[in-house]
């Protein structure tokens, strides 16, 4: 990282600078029907700023974010076990890269949480690396980029364990040696995209290897936007994940306050075993866009569904404001979205996400599950929704 923040220095004295950002606000209203849950309001305001260095052939890219966040009751990321910091200051990305002819290669924080298909819910705008459903990490990576014709490739690796703050959306137990594979082909033919994904994840918890996760997804994309404004879009993706959790079953007691032998007592709650795991997922969208009196307005939908024990890496990160696609949901999702396009700049959205949750995650293996009314605290929970208004500014 010290020759990384050298070499910034340095090209920064005579490279070419362009800075752009975004502040977005987002008030959303949370419900469910456990009747031990209140119904909560959450604020948060995001500030983006997109820093790029260019010269000749050296390219560096920085995005800060600050992250404002309040709630009613402390709220606690359902995937994991911290609340969420109520500010932070973390980095999006910071790479630098060198090109040769068709050729680039790479290092530094690498982003693949604002990816493909998000550009639906926004205004045609994402610059993150693969498929959304499947990783909306930040990983610190070493990374080799092909581009020829209308083929773009990108191969690597990479680690959440960062030295450069990436958002404490990641529970920091699984940070110390887990580290991810990537390849991502993306194909583009007029007004379809083709892009193909392939994933391991080596897993750690509080530094002990617990499993393997296996991920290949595949997304279609037709966009008729500037011409009947009709954009339709679609991703399948499928999942192996061979647990180890029992390597780690000491520490997984250990960090939860889980005495011995509990998993005797509520069996269905605990997979702290040596299985393996295969899943499957589903995501069709859509968006319409349409102009009345010369305003600009969308519609856009998406269902998500998800098949026997299902993992990715959507972690659901703390600034993308979408829940439908993480990795701990079963069945069904389903997410709505209209904006006005006030100019290019200025964006108002209404955003409804109804998620149904009828299963908590089991102890040992998040990808399994069991009813909640079976967990190890039964939860009278079958779904939750989020109502939210969104302005974005981008300047």
Request: aromatic share 18%; proline share 2%.
């Amino acid at each position: 990282m010290n020759i990384l923040f050298m070499l910034l220095l340095a090209v920064s004295l005579y490279a070419e600078t362009h800075t752009s950002g975004k502040i977005q606000y987002n008030f959303s209203s949370i419900s469910t029907d456990c009747k031990s849950f209140e119904e909560d309001e959450i604020s948060q305001t995001l500030l983006q700023f997109n820093l790029d260095y260019n010269y000749k052939d050296i390219y560096i890219q920085i995005t800060p974010m600050v992250n404002i966040f309040h709630t009613q009751n402390k709220f606690i990321q359902p995937n994991y076990y911290n609340t969420w910091d109520e500010s932070e200051l973390f980095l999006r990305s910071f790479y630098i890269s060198y090109t040769d002819n068709e050729i680039t290669f790479g290092v530094g924080l690498l982003p693949f949480s604002d990816s493909d298909t998000i550009k639906y819910n926004n205004n045609y705008t994402s610059n993150g690396e693969g498929i959304y459903m499947l990783n909306d990490n930040n990983l610190a990576s070493v990374f080799l980029l092909w581009k020829h014709n209308n083929n773009r490739l990108i191969t690597g690796i990479g680690t959440v364990d960062s030295l450069l703050p990436n958002g404490t959306y990641i529970a920091d137990e699984l940070k110390e040696n887990s580290y991810t594979a990537f390849i991502i082909d993306t194909y583009t033919y007029n007004k379809f995209k083709f892009t193909n994904e392939f994933l391991y994840n080596s897993i750690y918890f509080e530094g002990v290897h617990t499993g393997d996760a296996y991920l290949l997804g595949s997304t279609i994309e037709y966009n008729d936007s500037e011409v009947s404004g009709v954009s339709i879009y679609t991703t399948i993706g499928a999942s192996m994940y061979k647990n180890n959790s029992i390597n780690a079953k000491q520490e997984i007691y250990k960090r939860f306050g889980i005495p011995e032998g509990t998993e005797l007592l509520y069996p269905d709650s605990f997979a702290i075993n040596d299985d393996t795991y295969y899943g499957q997922a589903l995501l069709i969208g859509f968006r319409k866009d349409f102009d009345i009196f010369s305003e600009e307005f969308y519609i856009n939908a998406e269902y998500f569904h998800t098949f026997n024990d299902w993992s990715s890496g959507n972690q659901g990160n703390v600034y993308s404001g979408k829940a439908t696609q993480t990795f701990n949901i079963r069945d069904n999702s389903y997410y709505i979205n209209a904006g006005y396009n006030y100019n290019r700049n200025l964006q108002i959205k209404l955003i409804y996400q109804y998620i149904e949750l009828e299963e908590s995650s089991r102890i040992g293996a998040p990808m399994t599950t069991t009813p909640n009314k079976n967990y190890i605290i039964p939860i009278d929970l079958t779904y939750t929704d989020i109502l939210s208004i969104n302005f974005s500014y981008r300047f």
